[in-house]
């Protein structure tokens, strides 16, 4: 018999661990400290944030479409899931590993090499670089932020490209950009940079032990849905 898990509780879910990735809340605090060490104006801080974060939010939705399109297309999203379920595990452990071991050997982090590139854009403080930062920023964030989201993308895949699994993909972007949102609303009505700061250093080993976790389970999930255990439903 094969047991059939409804997928919005697992998306949601998976969105929230997410949503707090250390990575994206890096970059975002990067951006805001930039643009109020050029100037104190916390409106154009708060125009300026809101355009990146919506940059963010559609480069990830419309990359997940085109990715959802493709495994319909060439129909190789179940041989995939052993793999990928495999690998997704794989990275979850690396996480879990960052919980003790923070940085030592191999860690889910955007490439040193980009954090110049990064910062540039963030000096720019204008709305076309806000917006060529966001597309840039959901780019070379895949390997600290794509786990949980590929992972996300092959379970939906499962229920085909309809309407239904495109609203999926609206809403979990959706999750994981409302922390973005919140800290810019946040510096916006007087919190200090500094203490939002040192709140993600502070947390951030338990950020990546709950993330580990989630992707172990999302990856176990695949390779159980590859070898036809369970099925994933709309309902729910």
């Not at 018999?1 to 697992?10: G, N, R, S, T, Y």
């Not at 109020?36 to 944030?49: A, D, E, Q, R, W």
């Not at 479409?65 to 190789?76: A, D, E, S």
Request: proline content about 4%; charged content about 10%; aromatic content about 10%.
């Amino acid at each position: 018999m094969v047991a059939e898990l409804p997928a919005l509780p697992i998306l949601i879910t998976t969105a929230l661990v997410d949503s707090v990735n250390p990575c994206a809340i890096g970059v975002l605090i990067l951006l805001i400290a930039t643009l109020l060490g050029l100037s104190k104006n916390k409106k154009k801080m708060f125009v300026v944030g809101m355009i990146y974060i919506l940059a963010v939010y559609i480069t990830y939705l419309l990359a997940g479409i085109g990715l959802l399109f493709f495994l319909q297309q060439f129909n190789i999203a179940e041989p995939l899931g052993i793999t990928i379920g495999a690998i997704i595990i794989v990275l979850g452990l690396v996480e879990i590993k960052d919980f003790w071991w923070y940085g030592a050997g191999f860690s889910l982090t955007i490439p040193k090499s980009k954090i110049a590139t990064i910062k540039k854009y963030a000096k720019k403080a204008s709305i076309p670089g806000a917006i060529v930062l966001g597309m840039f920023v959901a780019a070379v964030e895949l390997p600290c932020t794509g786990g949980p989201y590929l992972a996300m993308i092959m379970v939906l895949e499962s229920i085909g490209l309809s309407p239904s699994v495109i609203g999926y993909l609206m809403l979990y972007n959706f999750i994981f950009i409302l922390p973005l949102i919140t800290i810019v609303l946040m510096v916006y009505f007087g919190l200090k940079v500094d203490k939002i700061k040192q709140w993600k250093q502070d947390k951030r080993k338990w950020m990546r032990l709950i993330m580990g976790i989630i992707m172990i389970a999302l990856g176990v999930l695949l390779i159980l849905y590859a070898r036809g255990v369970i099925s994933i439903g709309t309902v729910g």
